[in-house]
């Protein structure tokens, strides 16, 4: 198998999983602010990967440079704006708008793509970008269409992921994965202790009674080993070998991956516009990863 194909379907998975923990994340904020969370939850994380790299990674000389550090805490600061840009603009929009204007990155990594790093998506890709972006629309169509700030927030959120996507290409294939990955979520992390020390009654995270109830020592296990720990350390090294805009479109598939598992799990019930959105973004991810047929030669068009 290719190291594209594998790349992909590992990437794939590495969404089930964010789609998977929507619901375990969802009941944890209730006990824990979403700061505090993501503070303790990145740096469970960091110590995670720390961990791994000193007991089997140390002795291959890898180079902690200023450039891997800057490069690193770069990612960190998109991830890191993009969870937060969202969380402030869930205060002023609906759940459903803020999921469709997330899912607008999908549109703005090949325009980024172009822009930032001069890779011109294919026109497969663009197509699986339409489609995915139909399937988003249809996913979270809302009555209410008035523009609020929380819109403007959440846009700033889908730039930021975006930006992550595009980042994450650039260095990917620069510096070692762990390393990179490392100081990104440890970056994260800071960021949100910062944050949940200035917006939030951060002293909760010191309170037993909150930190050992069921619903949010679970989900920080599960979100910090699975959904962060290896599923950006995946990211990282993967994105090397695939295109921005093709981990776009697959990307797009976390809210299929959480409106499934909302199903199954909590029985939440799925419209037909929701089936519907399912559809197209699965058949955008199907599209973006067609091969692109090359273009005939015109010196033997014809022939």
């Known amino acids: 198998m290719k190291k594209t194909s594998i790349s992909d379907f590992t990437l794939l998975f590495v969404v089930f999983i964010w789609g998977a923990t929507f619901v375990m994340v969802q009941n944890a904020i209730s006990f824990?602010?979403?700061?505090?969370?993501?503070?303790?939850?990145?740096?469970?994380?960091?110590?995670?990967?720390?961990v791994w790299y000193l007991l089997f990674s140390h002795k291959k000389m890898i180079a902690w440079n200023t450039a891997l550090l800057f490069s690193g805490a770069k990612l960190g600061l998109w991830l890191f704006l993009g969870y937060a840009f969202q969380t402030f603009g869930l205060l002023y929009t609906s759940p459903a708008k803020a999921g469709f204007i997330t899912g607008l990155s999908v549109v703005l990594v090949p325009l980024f793509s172009l822009a930032l790093i001069k890779q011109k998506p294919t026109r497969n890709a663009l197509l699986g970008v339409t489609a995915a972006t139909l399937g988003l629309y249809l996913m979270t169509v809302v009555e209410n269409s008035s523009f609020t700030i929380g819109d403007v927030l959440v846009f700033l959120c889908a730039i930021s992921f975006a930006m992550h996507i595009i980042t994450t290409a650039r260095f990917a294939g620069v510096f070692p994965a762990l390393p990179l990955t490392i100081v990104q979520i440890f970056t994260v992390s800071l960021l949100s202790f910062i944050s949940g020390a200035f917006f939030e009654d951060f002293s909760v995270v010191l309170n037993p009674g909150v930190m050992l109830k069921t619903e949010v020592w679970l989900a920080l296990f599960v979100t910090s080993s699975l959904a962060t720990a290896f599923a950006f350390l995946?990211?990282?090294?993967?994105?090397?070998?695939?295109?921005?805009?093709?981990?776009?479109v697959i990307f797009a598939m976390e809210p299929v991956f959480a409106a499934l598992t909302s199903f199954f799990w909590i029985g939440e019930r799925?419209?037909?516009?929701?089936?519907?959105?399912?559809?197209?973004?699965?058949?955008?991810m199907i599209l973006a990863e067609l091969p692109q047929k090359p273009k005939e030669n015109s010196s033997t068009a014809g022939i």
Do not use: D, H
């Not at 824990?32 to 720390?50: C, D, G, H, I, K």
């Not at 995946?234 to 776009?248: D, G, H, N, W």
């Not at 799925?270 to 955008?284: D, E, R, V, W």
């Open 32 to 50: 824990l602010e979403p700061f505090s969370f993501n503070a303790v939850r990145f740096l469970m994380a960091f110590l995670l990967l720390l």
């Open 270 to 284: 799925l419209t037909y516009n929701s089936i519907a959105g399912c559809l197209f973004i699965f058949l955008g």
């Open 234 to 248: 995946a990211q990282t090294y993967f994105q090397a070998y695939t295109s921005p805009t093709r981990v776009a």
